[in-house]
């Protein structure tokens, strides 16, 4: 069997750039392919950290004309990454994020910028760099929505595509006086391209226009054919719904690995699981909290957005004060909702800890140190967080939604005796049924002796890749035979 190449284009990637999960994913996915014989090269822009970052970089193609300037191709090497960066100043090198600036307003040429990522992979795609001629074109989220789409405008012999939904409440819309200008022909701008409700849609144009689409759990996958969850997409996901596949994320296994974990004081498994206590105390101790081994604290690692349902949190910590237990949260994003929570410590010290925005050392000592990990998310594709928790031993109690549903196994009566449960699950995603759960923590905190087998549980949890790199392999080859035949 030969290698399989795959092209994986994406506009983030751990650790070089990130703003949440979708860039876990991208860095770890090429990794798990491998010994799947898939041979996984990623496109990415080379925004300032990423050519910072660039271990070997190689020309391989120069742009005259790039979206408004000149730019080259380079093949590089970075933190293990098989990578190609599109090295365009007027497009990528400027301070700020990856989609917005310093300020957080989105850049007003986010079309150009990621219309340069569709164009680029399917020059790629198309034979661009001889060494490396994919059979299998791979488009994260809108970012990367065009590449397929150009790709099957391009006429010529192409390869296969396939879009992967991280989220769909992302979907890259931009104004269709734009669509000129882009480089596709005039019939693209119609509802059988590019075109979605009057405007220039790059998530619709990859979901209408991808030989095969995925998204990053199962239940997510007959989620997003309902209208709550499709956001508008559902009625072209159900017309395409035979080349809907739900399939899990796993976890980098590298990067949480609690017994070889760095960014703790004291890293543990399950033969040394009350190392774990040290971990609780210095994570009391980061946040002022009463040092009390007995008391149960919540954790929080989170973008704040309303996805995350974190204002249900926000409404419930009368439920975590009333039944002595404490929070620790370290979350970015939405002013309001921040403002709240910092709030809430303020007056609760020693029971609410609150660090605001983005920080891996205290994402791992959140997850190493507190008893209960809580994502109460309105809708999840995936979420990675549960899957760390798992792994680390603190009992996600989430919502059960998207990737929730599929990663944690409710201790309900029935998993009790059988002894299979790793959390809480609750539903429907309200504030009474939030409380409910956090209750239903305590309660089962209150026996140790169980606590402690549902850790266990936890942490022996499959949460690797395995099995969704298999089914990638799988998707990735029955596709080409299918394009062969
Ligand atoms: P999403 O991608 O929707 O934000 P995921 O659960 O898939 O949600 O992934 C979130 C990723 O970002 C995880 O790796 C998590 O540890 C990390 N993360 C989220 N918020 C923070 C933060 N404030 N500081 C550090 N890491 C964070
Ligand atoms: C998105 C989703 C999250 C998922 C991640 C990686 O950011 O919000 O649920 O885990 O992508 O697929």
């Avoid at 059979?135 to 992967?164: C, F, I, M």
């Avoid at 669509?179 to 220039?200: D, N, R, V």
């Avoid at 017994?259 to 033969?271: R, S």
């Avoid at 800890?353 to 000592?365: I, K, P, Q, S, T």
């Amino acid at each position: 069997m030969s290698g399989l190449k795959v092209l994986s284009v994406v506009s983030e990637i751990y650790p070089l750039v990130k703003t949440g999960g979708l860039a876990d994913v991208a860095g770890a996915l090429p990794a798990a392919l491998a010994p799947h014989n898939v041979e996984m090269r990623t496109l990415i822009p080379g925004y300032p950290a990423v050519m910072a970052a660039l271990e070997t970089a190689e020309p391989v193609y120069h742009f005259d004309h790039l979206f408004g300037g000149p730019g080259r191709l380079l093949a590089a090497r970075a933190a293990g990454l098989d990578l190609f960066v599109i090295d365009a100043a007027h497009l990528y090198d400027r301070p700020g994020g990856p989609y917005a600036g310093p300020d957080g307003l989105d850049w007003p040429d986010n079309a150009q910028r990621f219309a340069a990522l569709g164009a680029v992979a399917s020059g790629i795609g198309l034979g661009l760099v001889p060494g490396f001629v994919p059979e299998v074109v791979q488009a994260h989220d809108w970012q990367a929505g065009l590449a397929p789409a150009y790709l099957h405008y391009s006429g010529g012999r192409r390869p296969g595509t396939v879009v992967t939904v991280h989220n769909i409440a992302f979907q890259g819309k931009f104004a269709p006086e734009l669509a000129p200008t882009l480089g596709f022909p005039p019939e693209a701008m119609s509802i059988h391209g590019i075109e979605y409700y009057g405007t220039l849609g790059y998530l619709k144009a990859a979901l209408k226009l991808s030989d095969r689409i995925t998204t990053v759990s199962p239940t997510y996958a007959g989620e997003i054919l309902q209208p709550e969850a499709g956001m508008g997409l559902e009625g072209l996901l159900n017309d395409r719904e035979h080349v809907v596949h739900g399939i899990l994320n796993g976890l980098d296994e590298a990067a949480w690995n609690p017994a070889a974990d760095t960014l703790i004081p004291a890293p543990f498994d399950l033969k040394r699981i009350k190392a774990r206590d040290a971990n609780k105390a210095a994570l009391q101790a980061a946040f002022g909290l009463e040092p009390n081994p007995e008391t149960l604290v919540f954790g929080v690692v989170s973008r704040l957005s309303w996805q995350k349902g974190l204002d249900l949190l926000a409404d419930s910590l009368g439920t975590i004060l009333e039944l002595g237990a404490q929070l620790v949260l370290l979350g970015s994003g939405d002013a309001d909702l921040a403002a709240r929570f910092a709030g809430a410590a303020e007056v609760n010290p020693g029971r609410i800890g609150v660090r605001l925005g983005y920080d891996e050392a205290v994402a791992h000592l959140i997850q190493a140190g507190s008893d209960a990990l809580v994502v109460p998310s309105r809708f999840e594709p995936c979420g990675l967080t549960q899957l760390s928790a798992l792994r680390y031993g603190a009992l996600p109690v989430v919502a059960r939604v998207g990737g929730l549903a599929d990663t944690v196994i409710d201790v309900n009566e029935v998993a009790r005796t059988a002894g299979v449960g790793t959390g809480v699950q609750f539903s429907p995603v309200t504030v009474p049924a939030l409380q409910l759960a956090l209750r239903r923590t305590h309660q089962l905190w209150q026996d140790q002796k169980l606590w402690k087998k549902l850790q266990r549980n936890a942490m022996t949890t499959d949460v690797s890749w395995d099995r969704a790199a298999r089914d990638y392999a799988t998707l990735f080859r029955d596709l080409v035979a299918e394009r062969n035949a």
